[in-house]
C-alpha cells in the first residue's frame, strides 16, 4: 500500500519536472505535465515504493494519484 | 598496448527535422528538445550503402591522422547490425574493396548494437594483442534508416544515421581498461526486425537500462578500485535524454560529468559513444572515462578509458 504522498515523492524522484503541489487526486497527470518517458521513470519509482510491477497493460488506467493509489491496495 | 589513437566520423548532411514532425505524433516541442534531445536525425542517401558510410569515416581517419596508411592497415572490424546488402558477404569486406586495403587484412563484422563500440574495442584489441598487430580500425556503422517505420512513433523519432572510425595501435592516447559485460536474451522481443522492420517496446528498454545501467558503472569503478569523483566524464550510449538523465540522477555528485549531446544525430547506435568521444574527450584534458552501451539483445558492457601519459 502507498499514500498520496509518496506518490507525489515519486513523481519528485523520478525527476519529472511539474509542480506536485498543485496536482490533485483525481486530476490527469498527463494533462498535467507528465510525459510518456516521465510515466516510465514514475513506473519504475513506484515499483520500488510499492512492491509490485506494472504490466504493460495497466499502464493506462494509472493516470490519477488516485488511481496509483487504489493499484497498490488492490 | 593496444589503445585508441584517434577517431573520425561521418554524419551525412541530409537529416530529418523532428521539430517539423512532432504534430503528426502528438509531441510537444519540450518532449523532443529535454526528453529524446534530438532535433535533427542524419539519413544516408538512397544511393549510399552501410559500407558507404563506412568507407567515409575510415577517409577522414585517414585524412586525420597521416601517420595511419592504407598500407598499414591489419585489421578492419565493422559493427553492424545493418550492413550491405541481405548479409552476405560481411560489409568489412566491402569496405575492405572500397578502401583498397591490402589482401592481408584481417576483415569481420560485429553483430551488436548500442552495446557494439564498447565490446568491439575490447574485440580489437585482444585480436590485435594475440595476433601482434599493430594498425586496426574500429568502425561503427549501423543505419537504422533502413529498419526503422516513419509512422511509428516508438522509434521514429529517434534514430539517427552514422558512421565512425577509431585507429587503435600502439603509443595510443588512450588506453582501454578493465571492463564488464552484461546478456540477457529476455530483451529479445524488446527490440527486433520483423519483416525487415524495427519494433521497440519502448517501456521494456527503458526500464532495463535504468535499472541496469548505473549498478553496471558502479560495479564496474568497484572492479577498478576507483571513485566516480575520480573519472572526468561519463560517455555513455546515447538512447535518448531521458535514459541518460535516469541514469547519472543516480550519480548525484557527478551528474554533470554525464555527457548528453544528439541534438544533431540523434540515436546512432554504436556510433553514439565514439562521437561523444571525438567532440568531447579527445584533445582535451581528461585521464579517466568511462564509457557504458546498452541496447539490443539485451546487451550491455562498460569499460574505462585512461588517457596514456607516454
Known amino acids: 500500500m502507498i499514500t498520496e504522498q509518496q506518490v507525489k515523492d515519486a513523481i519528485i524522484s523520478a525527476g519529472i519536472d511539474v509542480d ?42 494509472l493516470n490519477t494519484i488516485e488511481a496509483i493509489v487504489q493499484f497498490y491496495v488492490d | ?26 509531441e510537444t516541442e519540450e518532449f523532443i528538445t529535454k526528453k529524446i534531445g534530438a532535433l535533427k536525425l542524419p539519413r544516408m542517401s538512397d544511393a549510399q550503402e552501410t559500407s558507404d558510410m563506412a568507407v567515409e569515416a575510415v577517409i577522414r581517419l585517414f585524412d586525420a591522422s597521416k601517420e595511419l596508411s592504407r598500407e598499414g592497415v591489419d585489421v578492419l ?3 553492424t547490425q545493418n550492413g550491405d546488402g541481405e548479409g552476405l558477404p560481411h560489409t568489412s569486406a566491402i569496405v575492405q574493396r572500397k578502401l583498397g586495403l591490402e589482401k592481408n ?29 599493430k594498425n586496426g580500425i574500429l568502425v561503427t556503422a549501423d543505419p537504422y534508416s ?9 522509434t521514429s ?49 527503458f526500464e532495463f537500462a535504468a535499472k541496469n545501467v548505473a549498478p553496471h558503472i558502479k560495479a564496474l ?35 554533470s560529468k554525464f555527457i548528453r549531446d544528439i541534438a544533431d544525430t540523434g540515436n546512432t547506435v554504436s556510433s553514439s559513444i565514439p562521437l561523444l568521444l571525438q567532440k568531447h574527450v579527445m584533445g582535451t584534458s581528461m585521464k579517466k572515462v568511462v564509457i557504458s552501451g546498452f541496447g539490443v539483445g539485451f546487451s550491455w558492457a562498460t569499460a574505462l578509458l585512461i588517457r596514456n601519459d607516454h
Request: a negative charge.
Open chain 1, 20 to 61: 506536485v503541489s498543485a496536482i490533485g487526486p483525481k486530476d490527469n497527470l498527463g494533462d498535467n505535465g507528465v510525459d510518456s518517458l516521465d510515466f516510465f521513470n514514475l513506473f519504475l519509482e513506484l515499483e520500488d515504493i510499492g512492491g509490485k510491477k506494472i504490466q504493460d497493460d495497466q499502464m493506462e488506467k
Open chain 2, 1 to 26: 598496448m593496444i589503445g585508441i589513437k584517434d577517431i573520425a566520423s561521418y554524419v551525412p548532411e541530409i537529416a530529418l527535422d523532428n521539430l517539423l514532425r512532432i504534430q503528426r505524433f502528438g
Open chain 2, 77 to 79: 572490424v565493422v559493427v
Open chain 2, 105 to 133: 587484412v584481417a576483415a569481420f563484422d560485429v553483430s551488436l548494437g548500442c552495446s557494439g563500440y564498447v565490446y568491439g574495442l575490447h574485440i580489437l584489441k585482444g585480436f590485435m594483442e594475440s595476433a601482434g598487430l
Open chain 2, 146 to 154: 533502413k529498419i526503422v517505420d516513419p509512422e511509428d512513433k516508438n
Open chain 2, 157 to 205: 523519432l529517434l534514430f539517427g544515421d552514422a558512421a565512425t572510425a577509431t585507429w587503435m595501435g600502439e603509443s595510443a592516447d588512450w588506453l582501454i581498461g578493465p571492463a564488464l559485460f552484461g546478456t540477457d536474451g529476455e530483451g529479445e522481443d524488446a527490440l527486433k526486425t520483423s519483416n525487415a522492420c524495427l519494433t521497440m517496446n519502448g517501456r521494456q528498454v
Open chain 2, 221 to 255: 569503478l568497484k572492479k577498478v578500485e576507483l571513485e566516480e569523483g575520480d573519472i572526468d566524464a561519463f560517455c555513455l550510449h546515447q538512447g535518448s535524454y531521458a535514459i541518460v538523465d535516469a541514469i547519472s540522477r543516480r550519480f548525484k555528485d557527478s551528474q
